[in-house]
């Protein structure tokens, strides 16, 4: 074999390992988008509940005024003393946006979109749009909560 073609072999097959690395790379993995590289609000997950409802023992999670919890893409945060149904917000985790993650500030007392600072009120009201701007952005869903026991329950509607 002489020097040019060996080169050019060379050239071929190292083209060849490059462009399956790069095919390898990019076609695996979901389909579902990119989640912003933030933490998830402190208070770790709910119990179960099937795709419309999430269940949460109020004996081990939620105990004080600010916690917070994100199941089955529900943001739930309590917002006063006592086991009412009131004391509790369930809203949607996902900024609307742009997917960003919702939390609970309670000493600013809103939901704030961590991705562009987008705030809502515990109604769901834009109370500020993406980065401190009008933007374009919609209402939160709130959903319902309800209390039997120590065991809250939110029902997606």
């Known amino acids: ?4 073609e060996f080169l050019k072999s ?7 390992v490059c462009t399956g690395s790069c095919l390898s790379g ?3 993995g979901s389909d579902a988008p990119e989640k912003p590289n933030n933490p998830p609000p402190s208070g770790g997950g ?11 023992d109020l004996s081990a999670q939620l105990k004080a005024v600010g916690d ?9 945060f309590r917002i006063a003393s006592g086991n009412a149904a009131a ?3 369930a809203t949607e985790s996902v900024c609307p946006h742009q997917g960003g993650s919702l939390v609970w500030k309670q000493n600013l007392n809103r939901v ?3 991705l562009h600072q987008s705030e809502y009120a515990t109604s769901g009201a834009v109370l500020q749009g993406p980065q401190g701007a009008s933007g374009s952005t919609r209402a939160l869903n709130i959903y319902s909560t309800a209390v039997t026991g120590t065991t809250l329950t939110v029902t997606k509607a």
């Not at 060379?10 to 060849?16: E, I, T, V, Y």
């Not at 917070?68 to 943001?75: A, E, P, R, T, Y």
Request: hydrophobic share 40%; glycine share 20%.
């Open 87 to 89: 004391s509790f917000i």
């Open 10 to 16: 060379l050239g071929f097959g190292l083209a060849l």
């Open 26 to 28: 990019c076609g695996k």
């Open 1 to 4: 074999m002489e020097r040019d």
């Open 68 to 76: 917070q919890l994100v199941s089955n893409g529900i943001l739930i």
């Open 112 to 114: 704030q979109c961590q």
């Open 46 to 56: 709910g119990g179960g509940g099937s795709s419309n409802t999430v269940s949460v």
